[in-house]
């Protein structure tokens, strides 16, 4: 099963390419809008298989030994959950960072498609209005 998480450098270098293409700005040309929407909908599956591998990453850590023997001790020395937890998490930032990465990559992606599908709607409606003007002096 381990052979299908990708590696945490792969997701970044992943999310890095899909951040670059995320943060260009979109003409409302319906053109463009196909063909963005397409890569768009391969970044949101990908996008959506780094989330699930970060989150494996983050599990994986948060499941080590170390945290139950962290807990254990912690809980010894009469530490709070809510400390527990704030220093698990500390421990745990950069694979939690992951997680947060992958899933707002993947929302941002989500939520261009359905801007693409915005502005391919808007194209077919004023193609329509104006084969109906046209036809009709």
């Not at 809008?33 to 970044?43: C, E, K, Q, S, T």
């Not at 500390?90 to 599908?117: G, M, P, Y």
Request: proline share 3%.
């Amino acid at each position: 099963m381990e052979k299908l998480i990708t590696p945490i450098p792969g997701i970044i270098d992943e999310l890095k390419t899909m951040d670059e293409f995320l943060t260009i700005t979109m003409s409302e040309d319906a053109e463009e809008a196909v063909a963005r929407g397409n890569d768009l909908a391969a970044y949101i599956a990908r996008s959506g298989k780094l989330l699930a591998d970060a989150k494996y990453h983050l599990n994986k850590k948060m499941k080590d030994d170390v945290f139950a023997a962290l807990e254990r001790i912690a809980r010894q020395n009469g530490a709070t959950p809510t400390a527990i937890n704030a220093i698990v998490k500390s421990i745990c930032k950069e694979e939690q960072f992951l997680v947060d990465w992958s899933e707002r990559t993947n929302r941002s992606a989500t939520h261009q498609l359905e801007w693409c599908r915005t502005v391919i709607s808007k194209a077919k409606e004023e193609m329509r209005l104006a084969g109906f003007r046209g036809n009709n002096p």
